[in-house]
């Protein structure tokens, strides 16, 4: 268990900081990354990705801080945790593709890319893929019971937050009066009660 709790500790702290970071070099600078291209722009950031990777993984036990223990109140927190988390993942999936999740519509060239999501999981909440980030990188950081792997979790939730007010600028950008009324009438976050 200590051995699993360690893997899982060591693959969030440096897989999920370059993956959040992806978005905030991704989105702030879109226009910059639509006139470069697709492929240079997925060459740049999967080496910048593989590096912060690389660089964290070299760093890791300085990042996982201390070890808390085997703590089995921990791993059902982890458990119940987990369960929403891979519910929002089965209901993004029918509507989020890979390409989609990778950014690829929104580095169409003329801006226009894709088609906004806002059947299924995504008519009741914008943002299923953040709270499935959240939810999952809190059950880790549980289930691990690593202090550094708590103080990730907590930095996630605004780290994605910020990621989400850019991503809706230019989801607004690009969608315009319909994203609008798509931003007014579904929740953030949290669903609302349906009347």
Request: hydrophobic share 65%; charged share 10%.
């Given at each position: 268990?200590?051995?699993?709790?360690?893997?899982?500790?060591?693959l969030l702290v440096i897989s999920l900081p370059p993956?959040?970071?992806?978005?905030?070099?991704?989105?702030?600078?879109v226009g910059f990354w639509r006139r470069v291209g697709k492929p240079i722009t997925y060459t740049v950031m999967t080496v910048l990705f593989l590096g912060g990777v690389a660089g964290l993984f070299a760093m890791r036990d300085a990042l996982v801080l201390a070890d808390l223990g085997t703590n089995w109140l921990m791993v059902g927190v982890a458990a119940v945790?987990?369960?929403?988390?891979?519910w929002l993942a089965i209901a993004r999936?029918?509507?989020?593709?890979?390409?989609?999740?990778?950014?690829?519509p929104e580095l169409d060239a003329d801006g226009a890319g894709g088609k906004l999501l806002n059947e299924g999981i995504y008519a009741?909440?914008?943002?299923?893929?953040?709270?499935?980030?959240?939810?999952?990188?809190?059950?880790?950081?549980?289930?691990a019971n690593y202090l550094g792997g708590y103080i990730l979790a907590l930095l996630t939730i605004p780290?994605?937050?910020?990621?989400?007010?850019?991503?809706?600028?230019?989801?607004?950008a690009r969608f315009g009066e319909q994203y609008e009324a798509y931003r007014a009438s579904v929740p953030r976050y949290i669903p609302r009660d349906r009347e």
């Open positions: 268990m200590t051995t699993a709790r360690y893997i899982i500790v060591v993956a959040v970071a992806w978005w905030f070099v991704i989105h702030p600078f945790l987990i369960i929403p988390a891979i999936a029918q509507h989020l593709s890979f390409a989609i999740l990778a950014g690829v009741v909440i914008r943002h299923p893929r953040y709270m499935e980030i959240v939810l999952g990188t809190f059950a880790y950081a549980a289930f780290a994605v937050h910020s990621i989400v007010l850019l991503e809706e600028k230019e989801l607004a």
